[in-house]
């Protein structure tokens, strides 16, 4: 047993040197803009740059409109099927899962070429539209996470009780979901969006090839052209993504721990 | 005959309301799920399908296999193989590291702080992918990045010297590894959490050794829920295209960097060897994916 704690204590030593290298040498080089002394000069020339804070907001705004657009498409269906439908459990739950299968830049192709300015639906025939597709196909990319997450959420309580409940007191569906449902949820629909908006902040296949102004992109074309800078976004991402999981990890201490129903 | 048919049908419908109300109720149930399916049905199943078809046709639309035919050329041969390379070997190192460090923080004895801080950091880096990703390795093992200078300064290595290139086979798996590990200590913990304390307390009795007890219980349980990660790894990395991007430009001709350059600026001169690749890869993520349920659904039979 004592040999086996060295080797634990081996293995972790050794994880955690790969996983902290990087950071700490990220941070170093991020620092070392200022010939021979460290400064911060250069999170002061990306924050204080005009297109980082165009694209990053960009992003944010995208992201919002991404978790509003998750939320609609799944916390109806996945609190439909616990009610009425369990039979479509396993196909819808297939579906979810098939973003992490068909990679996001396949999915951004078949979006070019089928909402083609010629197509039927021309979702790029102006910049409104495509903004509407990016966020489309970020709910696409969030799927297998909000779906997962409202799940979870739904387990811990009893959605048909509740809902009975609701419907005694006359309730109509709106009100149903809106101000019983979701509510119960809140907490697990919470920790999808942080995830969500921790995935879709940074991303570049479909930003980049629907020609969008948004923040990944932007991280590239700034990692092609300069030397600090890139090490100094690269820190406010990592902060950005451990702020978001942080969250994640805050709220989950206030979702309810026990099942109701055995389901 | 009209009549008597109608009359019938009202006798029925007063006889049986159950099936009277189910028929009113069918449309209604399902609204519920209606935008979730049409979505899906519009934003991911039919362009995938698109492409799909698009690579059996040829420009006027006829059935063809020459599109499939034409991805035996080099170029997208060596860039299928390289994007396999990277994706099994980072696959590969992601899961046994993930392993090991799964074990040592549940089985370990180590002290429970740290067994927390290590999920709370997997989850944080195993979203740290990307571009940001890419600019970090660049500052650890790019000419001027730290680790590459110390080696050089402290032990007289310099590994440009011998070979290494953050631009190359090695240089992008290494930095795979970075959200691979973690992925796998996220999803390999709750499988080792469920090895019961009793099935090593009965081996024991049953007068195995520690090794015995690895050898003939740990493994074999653990077993398909680790192929089955390694699936899911190998499908992650190999969709995975900004990390590459960013880290080496187009100088790595991997299988989606090719793909991007084909959707910007039909670089290979064929707007339908562009889906045929696209198929590729959904038959190469597909094929791993169908590998891991099988897997999932065998593991899943010991870990409730």
């Known amino acids: 047993m004592k040999s086996g704690r060295f080797w634990a204590w081996v293995v972790f030593i050794l994880g955690a040197a790969y996983f902290f290298i990087p950071l700490i040498a990220t941070v170093e080089f991020s620092m070392r803009m200022r010939r021979g002394a460290y400064s911060f000069d250069a999170y002061q020339i990306v924050l204080g740059d005009a297109r980082f804070q165009a694209t990053f907001m960009y992003s944010v705004i995208a992201a919002v409109f991404t978790i509003i657009l998750g939320v609609l498409i799944v916390v109806p269906a996945a609190y439909w099927i616990r009610l009425r439908l369990p039979q479509l459990r396993p196909i819808v739950e297939f579906i979810t899962l098939l973003p992490l299968v068909i990679p996001a830049i396949v999915i951004v192709f078949g979006y070019i070429r089928m909402y083609g300015s010629n197509s039927p639906l021309p979702f790029l025939a102006n910049d409104t539209a495509t903004n509407a597709l990016l966020v489309i196909g970020y709910a696409t990319l969030s799927l297998p996470y909000m779906y997962r997450a409202v799940d979870t959420g739904l387990r811990t309580i009893d959605v048909r009780t509740l809902t009975e409940a609701a419907q005694i007191l006359g309730a109509g569906w709106s009100t149903i979901i809106t101000r019983v449902i979701l509510p119960n949820v809140l907490i697990a629909v919470l920790s999808g969006a942080f995830l969500t908006f921790a995935i879709v902040i940074g991303e570049f296949t479909m930003a980049s090839l629907l020609n969008r102004p948004a923040f990944g992109p932007y991280l590239q074309n700034i990692g092609a052209n300069r030397a600090y800078e890139p090490a100094a976004l690269a820190i406010i991402a990592f902060a950005i993504t451990w702020g978001c999981m942080s969250l994640i990890q805050i709220l989950s201490r206030f979702a309810p721990k026990s099942a109701n129903r055995p389901n | ?304």
């Not at chain 2, 990660?229 to 790595?252: K, R």
């Open chain 2, 1 to 304: 005959m009209t009549d008597l048919s109608l009359s019938n049908q009202a006798i029925a419908g007063k006889t049986a309301p159950p099936s009277e109300a189910r028929a009113l109720r069918l449309p209604t149930q399902w609204i519920g799920v209606a935008p979730f399916f049409i979505f899906a049905l519009m934003f991911l199943i039919l362009p995938t399908l698109y492409l799909m078809l698009g690579a059996f046709q040829n420009d006027a639309g006829e059935f063809t296999l020459e599109n499939i035919v034409a991805l035996a050329q080099p170029s997208i041969v060596a860039a299928y193989w390289i994007s396999i390379k990277v994706s099994l070997a980072s696959a590969l190192i992601g899961a046994f590291a993930g392993l090991a460090i799964a074990i040592a923080i549940v089985r370990g004895g180590l002290p429970e702080w740290i067994r927390s801080a290590t999920l709370t950091f997997s989850g944080v880096a195993s979203n740290f992918a990307g571009v940001p990703l890419a600019f970090a390795f660049l500052a650890t093992l790019g000419r001027l990045g730290l680790a590459t200078v110390l080696l050089n300064t402290l032990f007289g290595l310099n590994i440009y010297a011998h070979g290494f290139n953050i631009l190359s086979f090695w240089g992008l798996t290494l930095t795979y590894v970075y959200f691979q590990i973690p992925l796998m200590v996220v999803i390999i913990t709750p499988a080792i959490d469920g090895l019961k304390k009793e099935w090593g307390e009965a081996a024991a009795t049953l007068g195995a050794t520690t090794a015995q007890y690895w050898r003939m219980v740990v493994i074999p349980v653990i077993w398909p829920s680790f192929l089955g990660t390694v699936i899911l790894l190998f499908a992650n990395a190999f969709g995975a295209i900004a990390t590459a991007y960013a880290l080496t430009g187009s100088s790595l001709n991997i299988v989606p960097i090719l793909l991007y350059a084909q959707i910007r600026g039909d670089v290979l001169h064929n707007a339908h060897l562009g889906y045929a690749i696209a198929f590729g890869m959904i038959v190469i993520t597909g094929l791993a994916n169908v590998f891991y349920i099988w897997f999932r659904t065998r593991s899943e039979r010991w870990l409730k």
